[in-house]
């Protein structure tokens, strides 16, 4: 359906008379606003997930948004959606109980690199080995924005933050090549410029079963952008625009971030690949278990318990 | 000697530095962020000759702290509410191994709901993991408790945790006397432990052991522990003597002929003292007990000072949920039984941060006051209307403070 120029003034002048966002309908308006900082990347990765999620055929009402605790975790509170604001680090496990309970979900979950990969670094590789059907969206700004910006499990070596003033001694994970490994069916990575290929990259997750990843490179201006000369948030977002390579071919151990201004990031669609889902390696099992069992009863003798419960009493 | 105004946080900072810890392994939480973000400051400036380590959670904080303490290193760590509870496991662990790991933890509710705002049941709910427990009133008692608990705990070869309210202390600025290096050295010489991992004398450590075993374990553990309030005695006048302020067990305030004492710990204790100087001023007979050390429960100190009054008051800033404030039911188990045991009553205030202001105090003594023996188990004190109905008290949307969890 094309759209006019004139259309889209139309609805902008709309949205500008009635005070209404675009997103409105699927934001929690009575807790705006919110607590994100100007120049913060997390609002864009929401925008994102609210526009694929207008998108996709999946009921609105089956989605679900589980959110660890950090800045990013505060996702969960905000959007007008069935949600869930865990504790640190368990957002995937809180969501994998949720996904295994009720398979007619589409669980997301949305959490921060801290979250994620450092308390909660154990849970996310067990998910993508076990391919729960989940969507995990990270917004990784290389640091606990939360907690006043210490350096995390994807802080760049040499990165300063409050507890490495002098510059981090540890390398930082390369998110896309560790999900990937870990075992997860979509992987991909984009920044908070990358508006409309991040959008559809959530979609495609939204489409896929199993454990899919989406890393989302995000200015954190107040606790990383500031001391690691990368600016406010809109200089970051500059830079993304100068230093970005798409390349959906990539080689995943080549791609890690040094978050350095003569660096590149490379982003992309990088994993798309088929691997039967938990639930359904699970019904096999059942299936295959139920008939050895058959074919034993056809074969052998009852049981004693069969025999006992054929008799209507207790074994 | 040097007076500086810090923060109950930094106040933990230094204590830590003139301790001269060695291993500082640490995640980070609000309220505790600024304890850890000195000492890394400390440590890069070459001010703190320490290794510092940021692990990936609090559990793995205490493991590294474990592991540092086991080859005989002073080791050290922070944290608070969650991350407390998440170190479960390793608490039990560090006191079972006769690890003397000194932490800092900071008061702060639990979740959920969220808050980041004090309240006591984080490091209550670790009482029987067997760590000594100092509960602190002001920063320079942070700063000289810090310094105090490493001797303590080198001697008896326990774990000792100090405790702190969340902003009351750890965002609050004091003056502190910031005792000199020197003289710190005197006091605190280098840990010597009995047994270490040691490659020239080597030892295994963690071993299964049978039940012809394990029981002796346990029991020497809780020798240890009354040992401990010896030793925490000992220390305390030590340190008085050296640096010109003692400390006990527990803080009388004009117990000796009071008709009521109210019994509290932390700062809700400064609170407690403005309150019953007016009162006393009045010819009030009120007195006030504050309790300083938690575990070993000071049980001799507390019938020493409170067989005799009439009427104890405790205030607590925690609960066992389905039970009573923590300090009440461990109060009255010190007290149940013995001679001129006087009628306990027990206040649940502040839960969550919410004030205890002198106005709360003066309540719970009108209360007190005006009846020989409490009424009910437990006194809710403040509760807003709605809740008494059975209802939450509010549904939290008034919050637009930005609130870091
Ligand atoms: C067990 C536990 N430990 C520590 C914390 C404190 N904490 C809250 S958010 C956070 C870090 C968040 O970092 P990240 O996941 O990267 O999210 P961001 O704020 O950067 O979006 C920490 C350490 C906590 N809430 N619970
Ligand atoms: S601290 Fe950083 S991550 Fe948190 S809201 Fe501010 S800019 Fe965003
Ligand atoms: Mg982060």
């Given at each position: 359906?094309?759209?006019?120029?004139?259309?889209?003034?139309?609805?902008?002048?709309?949205?500008?008379?009635?005070?209404?966002?675009?997103?409105?309908?699927?934001?929690?308006?009575?807790?705006?606003?919110?607590?994100?900082?100007?120049?913060?990347?997390?609002?864009?990765?929401?925008?994102?997930?609210?526009?694929?999620?207008?998108?996709?055929?999946?009921?609105?009402?089956?989605?679900?948004?589980?959110?660890?605790?950090?800045?990013?975790?505060?996702?969960?509170?905000?959007?007008?959606?069935?949600?869930?604001?865990?504790?640190?680090?368990?957002?995937?496990?809180?969501?994998?109980?949720?996904?295994?309970?009720?398979?007619?979900?589409?669980?997301?979950?949305?959490?921060?690199?801290?979250?994620?990969?450092?308390?909660?670094?154990?849970?996310?590789?067990?998910?993508?080995?076990?391919?729960?059907?989940?969507?995990?969206?990270?917004?990784?700004?290389?640091?606990?924005?939360?907690?006043?910006?210490?350096?995390?499990?994807?802080?760049?070596?040499?990165?300063?933050?409050?507890?490495?003033?002098?510059?981090?001694?540890?390398?930082?994970?390369?998110?896309?090549?560790?999900?990937?490994?870990?075992?997860?069916?979509?992987?991909?990575?984009?920044?908070?410029?990358?508006?409309?290929?991040?959008?559809?990259?959530?979609?495609?997750?939204?489409?896929?079963?199993?454990?899919?990843?989406?890393?989302?490179?995000?200015?954190?201006?107040?606790?990383?952008?500031?001391?690691?000369?990368?600016?406010?948030?809109?200089?970051?977002?500059?830079?993304?625009?100068?230093?970005?390579?798409?390349?959906?071919?990539?080689?995943?151990?080549?791609?890690?971030?040094?978050?350095?201004?003569?660096?590149?990031?490379?982003?992309?669609?990088?994993?798309?690949?088929?691997?039967?889902?938990?639930?359904?390696?699970?019904?096999?099992?059942?299936?295959?278990?139920?008939?050895?069992?058959?074919?034993?009863?056809?074969?052998?003798?009852?049981?004693?318990?069969?025999?006992?419960?054929?008799?209507?009493?207790?074994? | 000697?040097?007076?500086?105004?810090?923060?109950?946080?930094?106040?933990?900072?230094?204590?830590?530095?003139?301790?001269?810890?060695?291993?500082?392994?640490?995640?980070?939480?609000?309220?505790?962020?600024?304890?850890?973000?000195?000492?890394?400051?400390?440590?890069?400036?070459?001010?703190?000759?320490?290794?510092?380590?940021?692990?990936?959670?609090?559990?793995?904080?205490?493991?590294?702290?474990?592991?540092?303490?086991?080859?005989?290193?002073?080791?050290?760590?922070?944290?608070?509410?969650?991350?407390?509870?998440?170190?479960?496991?390793?608490?039990?662990?560090?006191?079972?191994?006769?690890?003397?790991?000194?932490?800092?933890?900071?008061?702060?509710?639990?979740?959920?709901?969220?808050?980041?705002?004090?309240?006591?049941?984080?490091?209550?709910?670790?009482?029987?993991?067997?760590?000594?427990?100092?509960?602190?009133?002001?920063?320079?008692?942070?700063?000289?408790?810090?310094?105090?608990?490493?001797?303590?705990?080198?001697?008896?070869?326990?774990?000792?945790?100090?405790?702190?309210?969340?902003?009351?202390?750890?965002?609050?600025?004091?003056?502190?006397?910031?005792?000199?290096?020197?003289?710190?050295?005197?006091?605190?010489?280098?840990?010597?432990?009995?047994?270490?991992?040691?490659?020239?004398?080597?030892?295994?450590?963690?071993?299964?052991?049978?039940?012809?075993?394990?029981?002796?374990?346990?029991?020497?553990?809780?020798?240890?522990?009354?040992?401990?309030?010896?030793?925490?005695?000992?220390?305390?006048?030590?340190?008085?003597?050296?640096?010109?302020?003692?400390?006990?067990?527990?803080?009388?305030?004009?117990?000796?002929?009071?008709?009521?004492?109210?019994?509290?710990?932390?700062?809700?204790?400064?609170?407690?003292?403005?309150?019953?100087?007016?009162?006393?001023?009045?010819?009030?007979?009120?007195?006030?007990?504050?309790?300083?050390?938690?575990?070993?429960?000071?049980?001799?100190?507390?019938?020493?000072?409170?067989?005799?009054?009439?009427?104890?008051?405790?205030?607590?800033?925690?609960?066992?949920?389905?039970?009573?404030?923590?300090?009440?039911?461990?109060?009255?188990?010190?007290?149940?039984?013995?001679?001129?045991?006087?009628?306990?009553?027990?206040?649940?205030?502040?839960?969550?941060?919410?004030?205890?202001?002198?106005?709360?105090?003066?309540?719970?003594?009108?209360?007190?006051?005006?009846?020989?023996?409490?009424?009910?188990?437990?006194?809710?004190?403040?509760?807003?209307?709605?809740?008494?109905?059975?209802q939450p008290a509010g549904n939290g949307r008034k919050q637009r403070q930005r609130v870091k969890a």
């Amino acid at each position: 359906m094309a759209v006019s120029v004139r259309q889209v003034e139309d609805e902008a002048l709309h949205v500008i008379k009635t005070d209404r966002h675009p997103e409105d309908e699927i934001l929690r308006k009575d807790r705006l606003p919110h607590i994100w900082c100007p120049g913060c990347g997390i609002g864009v990765a929401v925008t994102a997930y609210i526009e694929a999620l207008k998108r996709s055929d999946i009921p609105r009402e089956q989605h679900v948004v589980v959110s660890g605790i950090g800045c990013t975790g505060r996702v969960a509170g905000y959007v007008n959606l069935d949600s869930y604001h865990t504790t640190h680090g368990r957002a995937i496990p809180f969501a994998t109980g949720l996904a295994i309970a009720n398979p007619e979900l589409e669980v997301t979950v949305f959490s921060g690199d801290g979250d994620l990969f450092a308390i909660g670094g154990n849970h996310i590789i067990h998910a993508a080995r076990r391919n729960v059907d989940l969507n995990v969206i990270c917004v990784n700004n290389f640091n606990y924005g939360m907690t006043g910006g210490q350096f995390g499990p994807t802080t760049p070596e040499e990165a300063k933050t409050t507890t490495t003033p002098y510059g981090n001694v540890e390398d930082g994970f390369n998110l896309p090549y560790l999900a990937a490994a870990s075992g997860a069916v979509y992987v991909a990575r984009w920044t908070s410029l990358h508006f409309r290929p991040l959008r559809d990259a959530i979609l495609r997750a939204f489409q896929k079963r199993g454990l899919t990843f989406i890393e989302v490179v995000s200015p954190c201006p107040t606790s990383f952008g500031r001391p690691n000369e990368l600016g406010e948030g809109l200089d970051e977002m500059e830079w993304y625009r100068l230093s970005c390579v798409i390349d959906h071919d990539a080689d995943l151990r080549e791609i890690g971030l040094s978050m350095r201004k003569d660096s590149h990031i490379v982003v992309g669609n990088f994993v798309d690949v088929e691997r039967p889902e938990f639930l359904e390696r699970y019904e096999r099992v059942i299936q295959r278990a139920q008939g050895q069992r058959s074919a034993a009863q056809e074969v052998g003798p009852e049981s004693k318990r069969d025999q006992a419960q054929a008799q209507g009493g207790a074994a | 000697m040097a007076k500086k105004v810090l923060m109950g946080n930094h106040a933990v900072s230094y204590g830590a530095r003139l301790s001269r810890v060695e291993v500082i392994a640490a995640y980070p939480i609000t309220p505790q962020t600024q304890v850890v973000e000195e000492l890394a400051e400390m440590c890069a400036w070459g001010d703190l000759n320490a290794k510092f380590i940021k692990v990936e959670s609090e559990h793995s904080a205490m493991a590294a702290c474990i592991g540092a303490s086991a080859t005989g290193a002073r080791a050290f760590t922070a944290t608070s509410s969650q991350g407390l509870l998440l170190m479960h496991e390793m608490l039990h662990w560090a006191a079972g191994a006769r690890l003397p790991i000194v932490m800092a933890n900071i008061n702060r509710a639990l979740a959920p709901p969220w808050s980041i705002w004090s309240e006591q049941t984080d490091s209550l709910a670790q009482r029987d993991t067997g760590w000594l427990q100092f509960y602190c009133e002001s920063n320079q008692e942070v700063l000289d408790t810090t310094i105090q608990a490493f001797k303590i705990s080198e001697r008896v070869l326990l774990p000792a945790m100090i405790i702190l309210d969340a902003f009351f202390l750890s965002h609050t600025y004091e003056p502190v006397e910031v005792p000199a290096q020197e003289a710190v050295d005197e006091f605190l010489p280098p840990y010597k432990p009995p047994l270490k991992l040691d490659v020239d004398d080597p030892h295994a450590f963690g071993a299964l052991v049978g039940p012809d075993g394990y029981y002796e374990f346990r029991y020497n553990i809780q020798k240890a522990f009354e040992e401990a309030q010896r030793a925490i005695i000992e220390v305390g006048e030590e340190f008085g003597e050296r640096f010109g302020r003692a400390y006990g067990l527990v803080e009388p305030f004009y117990v000796d002929d009071a008709e009521v004492v109210l019994v509290t710990s932390s700062t809700i204790t400064s609170t407690a003292r403005a309150v019953i100087k007016e009162r006393r001023a009045r010819g009030e007979r009120v007195g006030l007990l504050k309790i300083r050390v938690f575990r070993p429960f000071p049980f001799e100190a507390v019938r020493e000072m409170l067989l005799g009054v009439p009427k104890v008051a405790v205030i607590d800033r925690n609960l066992s949920l389905g039970h009573h404030g923590i300090f009440h039911a461990e109060l009255k188990s010190a007290l149940y039984g013995q001679r001129n045991a006087p009628a306990v009553f027990g206040f649940v205030a502040g839960l969550g941060g919410r004030d205890v202001t002198p106005r709360t105090i003066h309540q719970i003594l009108d209360i007190v006051g005006s009846q020989e023996e409490p009424d009910r188990d437990v006194y809710w004190i403040g509760l807003k209307a709605k809740a008494e109905e059975g209802q939450p008290a509010g549904n939290g949307r008034k919050q637009r403070q930005r609130v870091k969890a």
